[in-house]
């Protein structure tokens, strides 16, 4: 196996690394690349190394919590340590840092419950969220990995995304779904984008609705989506109500400035 290359310095000299390391770091990476769990075999192909050799690394990652295995599958996905850094990368990021204080008064202001996802390897994942309104019952947290066809923010993901990105996920989320059902979902994105929102009320929770609007980069990528979330009858999830209004000022008002890669 050929060791990859090393790191050049400013002088122009290529310093010296560990390639055990390097080998780990391409696991992570073509898990990273994948965005969605992987079987060991599918791990390992896509690092281009044995799956035994692949085991033996992962083994030491698990251990790190920059990957866990996912008991009922076996699948391997990123661990506690990893959303840890990408949470610190995300500290960062500039679209990030300012819809925060923004979303923080946004609550305060319609009295529901906000949530910040991001685009992630799983699907949309909530990292910032913040219970203003009365207490829900639902269980939403950060870290919480939104269902694609079920919620108005994996809909809102799956609208501004390019279809490689979701499908995959939808396709693990829908395990026994009919073969046409993946076209009949993509064919209700269109409105979604047309109109800039999407809604769902009394699902996928009884009593609970939620309006979810996307954050449109440079290039358009896609990067956050919000959602207000309520009580159904005491949140207004029209798509030219009071929440909407404010939802789309709020998000108006975050700076457009690139994103670090």
Known sequence: MARPPGVSTESGKTQRGIQS???GGRLLQALADARRPLALAELAAAAQIAPAQA???LVSLTRLGLIKRDHLDGGYEPGPL???LGMLHLDHQPAYRAAV??????AREIGCNMAISLPTAQGPTIVHYVPAGTPLH???HVGTV??????ATGRTYCAFQPDIHWQPIWRQQQPIASPDALARF???LEPIRQRGMEHSIDTPSPAVSSLAMPLIGAGGVLRLVLTAIGSTGTIDVDWHGPVARAMRAALDAIPQTP???
């Open 138 to 140: 639902v269980n939403l």
């Open 21 to 23: 390391v390097e080998v």
């Open 146 to 151: 939104m269902a694609l066809a079920a919620t």
């Open 186 to 188: 993509a064919s209700t």
């Open 82 to 84: 990893a959303l840890r």
């Open 55 to 57: 085991h033996t690394y």
């Open 259 to 261: 994103e670090r890669a």
């Open 101 to 106: 204080p923004r979303v923080q008064a946004l």
